[in-house]
C-alpha cells in the first residue's frame, strides 16, 4: 500500500451550512478511516522554519501558503493507488461541506 498527506481545506461557514445528516455521515466515514489506521488530525497554528546553510534557525509564526479556505486538517491515509486515496477521502467532512481535500503521494525515504 502506498503512502497519502491529505491536507482538508474547509471553513466554518461551509460546515454549518451542509446538511447535518451529511456532516454526521462524513465523521462517521473519518471514523472508518481511522479503524483502518489511517492518522487524522486538526490543524493547529503553523510556524515557518528556516534555516538557511545552516546559518541560524529562523521562526515565523503563520501559514507560508495562503488558499482562499483556511486549513482545517491532515490525514496520513494508506491506498493502493491515488484514485483509491481520492475515494476514500471524498466523503470526509471537508470534502461534503464545501471545502476541499488535497491528496499528495508521500514518498517514505528509508
Request: one cysteine or more.
Amino acid at each position: 500500500m502506498a503512502m497519502f498527506i491529505t491536507i482538508g481545506y474547509g471553513d466554518r461557514a461551509g460546515y454549518e451550512r451542509t446538511d447535518p445528516a451529511v456532516r454526521d455521515a462524513a465523521h462517521r466515514h473519518d471514523a472508518r478511516l481511522r479503524q483502518m489506521g489511517a492518522t487524522i488530525g486538526i490543524a493547529g497554528a503553523p510556524v515557518q522554519v528556516r534555516n538557511p546553510d545552516a546559518s541560524g534557525v529562523r521562526t515565523t509564526h503563520g501559514p507560508f501558503m495562503r488558499s482562499d479556505l483556511p486549513i482545517a486538517g491532515f490525514a496520513v491515509i494508506e491506498a493502493a493507488d491515488i484514485d483509491e486515496a481520492a475515494r476514500l477521502v471524498a466523503e470526509t467532512p471537508c470534502a461534503v461541506a464545501h471545502g476541499v481535500v488535497e491528496v499528495w503521494p508521500l514518498e517514505v525515504s528509508q
